[in-house]
């Protein structure tokens, strides 16, 4: 069964700061590995999709990579904002789920302060 | 266009009442995802359908959850006899169909946040 770990549970850091946020699985038997964003009460928004032929993922401030031997995943955030705090889920699609449902880590709830 | 919607948004039943959840696909889309993430806890996958049939009801925890699709679109999930256990964010996703293409993206609702007192 495949297993996904989000470290840290929970992140503080002052704005304009560049951070990191980490997600580890145990099967590498993957299609994709996606990183989303959490606001409460508006559902998921999607934020990056990594293929499992790719590396790495860039989308404006935001950069994720992908390292399938290591069983490992970042989210590089530059110049962190308020805006962006809200909870980042990691998520993926492995062929050990039959009808390629997503299998999630408990998130890492990100705090930007002004 | 429309993404996909959720009804009702906020549910505050007692235990033991049955409660029906509603999702409604993005137009179009083949498959369609039930999760459910309960407090301090990751996302669970609940039921999966394809068209209107559920080929993978894996997920679901207890024979008090059922769920339908009608017409390849609007898909219901009822939970009978609800316990407090059951109390949770119940969210639904679709995608054009299920692979692992990033084309077939699931599109997230913004979830039923349930309470059973």
């Known amino acids: 069964k495949q297993e996904v770990t989000q470290i840290p549970a929970a992140l503080s850091v002052p704005e304009g700061e560049n951070l990191v946020l980490n997600c580890s699985f145990t099967d590498s038997a993957i299609y994709n590995l996606q990183w989303f964003r959490q606001d409460p009460g508006k559902g998921l928004t999607s934020l990056l999709l990594i293929q499992s032929s790719q590396r790495e993922q860039t989308s404006g401030r935001l950069n994720a990579s992908l390292d399938k031997s290591s069983g490992r995943s970042t989210l590089y955030i530059a110049a962190s904002q308020p805006g962006d705090s809200a909870t980042y889920l990691c998520?993926?699609?492995?062929?050990?789920?039959?009808?390629?449902?997503?299998?999630f880590g408990k998130g890492t709830k990100l705090s930007v302060i002004p | 266009g429309a993404g996909v919607s959720q009804s009702p948004s906020n549910k505050v039943t007692e235990k033991g009442k049955d409660v029906e959840l509603r999702c409604d696909p993005i137009?179009?889309?083949?498959?369609l995802y039930w999760y459910r993430q309960r407090l301090g806890q990751g996302l669970e996958f609940l039921i999966y359908f394809q068209g209107n049939s559920a080929p993978d009801k894996s997920g679901l925890p207890s024979d008090r959850f059922s769920a339908e699709r009608t017409g390849e679109s609007v898909s219901t999930l009822t939970i009978q006899r609800t316990q407090q256990e059951d109390s949770a964010v119940y969210l639904c996703?679709?995608?054009?169909?299920?692979?692992?293409?990033?084309?077939?993206?699931?599109?997230f609702g913004p979830g039923t946040r349930l309470t059973v007192l």
């Open positions: 996703a679709s995608s054009l169909a299920a692979s692992g293409w990033s084309t077939d993206t699931q599109y």
């Open positions: 998520a993926l699609q492995y062929s050990g789920a039959g009808s390629y449902q997503l299998t």
């Open positions: 137009s179009g889309h083949t498959a």
